[in-house]
């Protein structure tokens, strides 16, 4: 369609990026930026303007096209560009292992040594002792394997990757069985079954949804049977009329018919959380003491390390793995090594372990503490005196998160906020854009903070935020 008369001479009015440049020019809050992200920005905004003009949006007219308005805006598009795209946050939901916020928090130790690694050469396939070259696997394994009893270990990308090398390494070719109850979709749409065709195995369902016996394995083992799979729903459970093979039974049935058996236990866990009071979750030392021959589980998540998967069992098949090219592919860098070594030295004292993880203190955190912090938080709004914040602590429910331990509620406590002269989603706007973002929860018309992940350092950072959003509003 042929522009108006007014769209023809506002696009004429449109200053052309050199004028603009030229206005940037000798500015002082615009004398350092690149170049290429002053004339980008220009474009960015004359290109908006342009397109604004054509859609004959209401409003338009010569006064947004006045060189101060445009300059103020390349302003803010320069700023929004030298901003890094990853920022840190504050976490208000209550959801401890948030996959979208990033999963778990490192232990300070794991922090300290990630730097030292970062920004010094290391010894990351050196051996110091022989003065020749070494392996990286040599920095955790021996710490896997002290802390969960296997006789080898490995660490990759992430857990998806460690089931994927372990079944191109072991039954390529051949058939898998698996409890159709077991088929688990994690994150992201990834699913067993779509892993295993990727790795080349083939797929055979045994039982129902919800009862599978040990004999629906033993019938389903043929002449093209490469491995038994058994498969922990950490991210979701079934109840009621329900049946599953144990561990123990799984290995007998590989010894019965001299095949390997291998467990994915999803997110992994070194404690036993129903020493705590909360839901039994299977640990990675029962899965290695009941013989299975490959166990791969998380390092982040439920073991508050960095992202890796871990690969732990028994030394025959680990040495196979370790020789697949595709190894390489999926091996951890140095930072990810340092981060995992660190967290995995503090599982050597369990209650060490727990007060240092930051994944474990939140989860442990007890709700005389949770209340404590809700009421300090609370003061320290209070203490802003504006009349139109209105704040109530309240009662709530923190999730574990990132797949794990579904059927866990874990009791919290909480700060409720509401504006007078604003909506919920204004004000959870308004805290989302703070700098850093603060992420919580709109329920019953407030912004709800969980205080199960808030720190105690990031209580400033909130109360500055509704400061400034008090006098925004």
Known sequence: MKPTKIQQQLLRSLPGVDHILELATGKPDLDDIPKSVLKRSIRSALDQLRAAILAD??????????????????????????????RRTVNATG?????????????????????????RYSNLEFNLAEGRRGSRYSAVEELICEITGAEAALAVNNNAGAVLLCLDTVAR??????????????????????????????????GTTNRTHPRDY??????????????????????????????????????KFNLPVMEDLGSGTF???????????????ESVAAGLD?????????????????????????????????????????????????????????RKAIEQIPTLR?????????????????DRLNAIGDDRLDIQLVDLNSKTGGGALPLLDLRSRGVA??????????LELAMRRNTPPIIGRIEDDGFVMDLRTVQDDEFPIIQTAVETTLKKA
């Open 271 to 285: 404690v036993d959380f129903s020493e705590f009071g909360l839901l039994k979750e299977p640990t990675v030392q």
């Open 173 to 206: 070719g051949l058939e898998v069985i698996v409890s159709r109850g077991e088929l688990v979709e994690i994150g992201g749409s990834f699913r067993i079954p779509d892993v295993m065709e990727k790795s080349g195995g083939i797929l055979r369902e045994v």
């Open 218 to 255: 033993e019938n389903a083992v043929g002449e093209n049977t490469g491995l038994l799979l058994k498969v922990h729903t950490s991210n979701y459970s079934v109840v009621g009329f329900t049946a599953e093979v144990s561990n123990e039974e799984l290995v007998s049935i590989g010894e």
């Open 294 to 350: 490959l166990v791969t589980f998380s390092g982040d998540k439920l073991l508050g390390g960095p992202q890796t998967g871990i690969i732990a069992g028994k030394s025959a098949v680990i040495e196979r793995i370790k020789k697949n090219p595709l190894t390489r592919a999926l091996r951890i860098d140095k930072l990810t090594l340092a981060a995992l070594e660190s967290t995995l030295r503090l599982y050597r004292e369990p």
């Open 57 to 86: 949006e209401s409003g338009m007219d010569e006064s947004r096209l006045e060189d101060s308005i445009i300059l103020s805006d390349v302003t803010r598009r320069i700023r929004a560009a030298l901003t890094p795209n990853l």
């Open 95 to 119: 959801v401890v292992v948030h996959t979208n916020l990033g999963r778990s928090l490192l232990a300070p130790e794991a922090v300290e040594n990630l730097v030292a690694i970062a920004s």
């Open 362 to 378: 939140m989860i442990m955190t007890r709700m005389e503490t949770l209340n404590r912090r809700a009421q300090e938080l609370a």
């Open 417 to 426: 906020l509401r504006v007078s002269n604003m909506t919920a989603n204004a």
